[in-house]
């Protein structure tokens, strides 16, 4: 994951999609973002984000970033 930041504020963070379908995923972070997620841990190699990543165009994936792994949702549909 690369999270740009800007001074000490996070402001953006990317990556690829887990599901492997080679898109990429950018989240906003800073709170006027709408939506905005949270980075709950900033440990660079075990970011936690909140919420949950629901993809709306493409492969669809939804999931959860938790220290640095991928959770995948179950309830998809
Ligand atoms: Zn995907």
Not at 14 to 30: D, Q, S, V, Y
Not at 43 to 67: D, E, I, N, Q, Y
Request: with cysteine; aromatic share 10%.
């Amino acid at each position: 994951m690369v999270v740009a930041r800007e001074g000490d504020e996070l402001w953006a963070a990317a990556f690829m999609c887990p599901c492997k379908c080679g898109e990429r995923i950018e989240l906003a972070l800073i709170p006027e973002a709408s939506p905005s997620w949270r980075l709950t841990s900033a440990a660079p190699k075990a970011p936690t984000l909140h919420p949950s990543v629901w993809r709306k165009v493409g492969c669809k994936s939804h999931f959860w970033v938790r220290k640095g792994k991928v959770q995948w949702c179950k309830e998809q549909s």
